[in-house]
């Protein structure tokens, strides 16, 4: 095998497949290390992790949009129309956190995330009225997009028919963050992303002139006459940001946890019998395959982890999928256990000031997604003729596709 320094690379087609045993060598051997290819320092130990998380003043999420190569001129000259930084929550240090945080803390309350179970449940089950009597489906472009996709429209307040349009610019950003596509499609990506900042400029406007009870109307600006301690760009991009997390944590929930469990029939078997047992086991999934691979982080000043020293003015990435396999932290990290008692200390949600803000929604709708499932579709199964085909993404970790049957 090459060096791991030449040889990371999330969308080689065997790290798509299965990129444990690298993440088991690269802690073992080098578990902070310079990537070439993607000009990154690469932290891959639970405890770097946590360190790297909790430490804003050394390493900073101010622009992790911006922490990528250099892009082309073309995809620079796309991007010109687009505001100077992109400012949202995630990519936010104190003070600048605790204050767009706040906002979110009454867009996402828990009283208002609770009264989302209904409308969740009904979305599920008209999703899978859709397909039911087919006998077989691709789960995640007929159910795991559109599931969390819909709910994160309702929230927002803009229309379900505007999700695919809007997933498709959202996986436009997506990729301009690790820019590694081919550069006519960076080109393209770039304006998706300048398209879906101008629709919630637009949006933001139309509450300005007429509120609603939805969030977006909560991130309207003081300055535009809303109550948030925004700037219009904070505003437009915690929307952006919203809209894009609020859907991508759960269609990789829903589709890696759904692979697990099939593949696993005795506990596939427990769920079942027992949908009490869904909570931890979804906690577990979130361990074992982690929908957010990793985040980037800029080093502020010369830092040492794990004995290498990270240059002041370097880019750093996280990554969650590994220290979530940390022999040091999880007893048997690579076996699958919906029992097992520490799940809950998984990095997939993040850790200290920037732990995710939706979280308790995306387990809400991981949680009802495979109630209904278990509940409607009988004998669910993977489908032996057809593949599983994995996202070709830097920073997600799920599937495009995923082929399952069950009895009609």
């Given at each position: 095998?090459?060096?791991?320094?030449?040889?990371?690379?999330?969308?080689?087609?065997?790290?798509?497949?299965?990129?444990?045993?690298?993440y088991a060598r690269m802690r073992r051997e080098r578990p902070v290390f310079y990537s070439p290819m993607?000009?990154?320092?690469?932290?891959?130990?639970?405890?770097?992790?946590?360190?790297?998380?909790?430490?804003?003043?050394?390493?900073?999420?101010?622009?992790a949009l911006d922490a990528r190569a250099e892009p082309h001129p073309e995809v620079r000259a796309v991007?010109?129309?687009?505001?100077?930084?992109?400012?949202?929550?995630?990519?936010?240090?104190?003070?600048?956190?605790?204050?767009?945080?706040?906002?979110?803390?009454?867009?996402?309350?828990?009283?208002?995330i609770a009264a989302m179970e209904p409308t969740l449940r009904e979305t599920a089950d008209a999703l899978i009225d859709g397909f039911i009597r087919d006998g077989k489906a691709d789960l995640i472009q007929r159910f795991a997009y559109a599931l969390p996709g819909f709910i994160i429209c309702d929230l927002l307040g803009v229309p379900r028919s505007d999700m695919e349009q809007l997933k498709r610019w959202s996986d436009d950003k997506t990729l301009l963050m690790s820019a590694t596509a081919p550069i006519e499609q960076q080109v393209q990506s770039a304006h998706g992303f300048i398209a879906m900042e101008r629709y919630f400029r637009e949006q933001l406007h139309e509450r300005r002139r007429h509120p609603r009870e939805d969030l977006l109307t909560l991130l309207v600006p003081q300055s535009m006459g809303g109550t948030a301690p925004l700037s219009?760009?904070?505003?437009?991009?915690?929307?952006?940001?919203?809209?894009a997390a609020g859907h991508e944590t759960t269609t990789g929930l829903i589709g890696n946890g759904l692979w697990l469990l099939l593949n696993a029939p005795e506990q596939w078997k427990a769920v079942r019998e027992d949908p009490s047992l869904l909570p931890n086991a979804l906690e577990e999934v979130l361990r074992m395959e982690s929908p957010i691979r990793g985040f980037f982080r800029t080093v502020m000043a010369d830092t040492a982890l794990s004995g290498v020293t990270l240059p002041k003015g370097s880019r750093a990435f996280i990554l969650y999928a590994s220290g979530n396999r940390d022999e040091t932290q999880f007893t048997e990290p690579d076996r699958f256990d919906i029992h097992r008692a520490d799940a809950k200390k998984?990095?997939?949600?993040?850790?200290?000031i920037h732990f995710c803000v939706g979280a308790q929604l995306a387990k809400l709708e991981g949680r009802i997604a495979f109630e209904q499932l278990l509940r409607r579709l009988p004998g669910l199964r993977l489908r032996t003729d057809e593949a599983p085909v994995f996202r070709p993404y830097f920073m997600l970790r799920g599937f495009e596709h995923l082929p399952i049957a069950w009895d009609v």
């Open positions: 095998m090459n060096d791991i320094s030449t040889h990371f690379n999330p969308m080689a087609p065997d790290q798509l497949h299965d990129p444990y045993p690298l993607f000009d990154l320092w690469v932290v891959t130990r639970y405890a770097d992790i946590s360190e790297v998380e909790k430490d804003t003043a050394r390493f900073s999420s101010v622009g991007l010109a129309q687009a505001y100077p930084r992109f400012l949202s929550l995630v990519q936010s240090d104190p003070p600048d956190h605790a204050r767009v945080r706040a906002v979110f803390g009454r867009a996402l309350s828990a009283q208002r219009e760009q904070e505003a437009v991009c915690n929307a952006m940001d919203l809209f998984h990095l997939a949600f993040g850790k200290g």
